[in-house]
């Protein structure tokens, strides 16, 4: 499993940015793909997952309405697309994979994003400023 995220940056407050997270070595349609940050001095929280078994998608309360989270199966991409940016969505950014648990049924529809995916990208930075 492979992960690879791009499109990190310094943006103003109020812009937006689009990370993309680059997938390889492992069946789209048998993970979860999550979007993490980790801000200076925090702990690493979720921000964002989607279902590659049915596309469906989970956006935690904190930037829902700000942040969406889309997937192109084909080219087995994942992005986040963060509008509106405050200064707290300063922070490096991770994708991470976690395979679907067919007999649990968790991953079927997105999951509430946790910290113990097993696979992780090595992370992009956002910095939100003035």
């Known amino acids: 499993v492979q992960l690879v995220e791009s499109g990190g940056g310094l943006v103003q407050v109020g812009g937006s940015l689009r990370l993309s997270c680059t997938t390889s070595?492992?069946?789209?349609?048998?993970?979860?793909i999550g979007w993490f940050r980790q801000a200076p001095g925090k702990e690493r929280e979720g921000v964002s997952t989607?279902?590659?078994?049915?596309?469906?998608?989970y956006v935690v309360p904190s930037v829902r309405g700000r942040f969406t989270i889309a997937s192109d199966n084909t080219k087995k991409l994942v992005y986040l697309q963060m509008n509106s940016l405050k200064y707290e969505d300063t922070a490096v950014y991770y994708c991470?994979?976690?395979?679907?648990?067919?007999?649990?049924?968790?991953?079927?529809?997105?999951?509430?994003?946790?910290?113990?995916?097993?696979?992780w990208g090595q992370g992009t930075q956002v910095t939100v400023s003035s």
């Open positions: 991470a994979a976690e395979p679907i648990d067919y007999k649990t049924g968790w991953g079927l529809i997105a999951p509430i994003p946790r910290t113990d995916f097993r696979s």
């Open positions: 070595g492992f069946n789209f349609g048998d993970y979860v």
């Open positions: 989607i279902s590659g078994h049915d596309g469906s998608s």
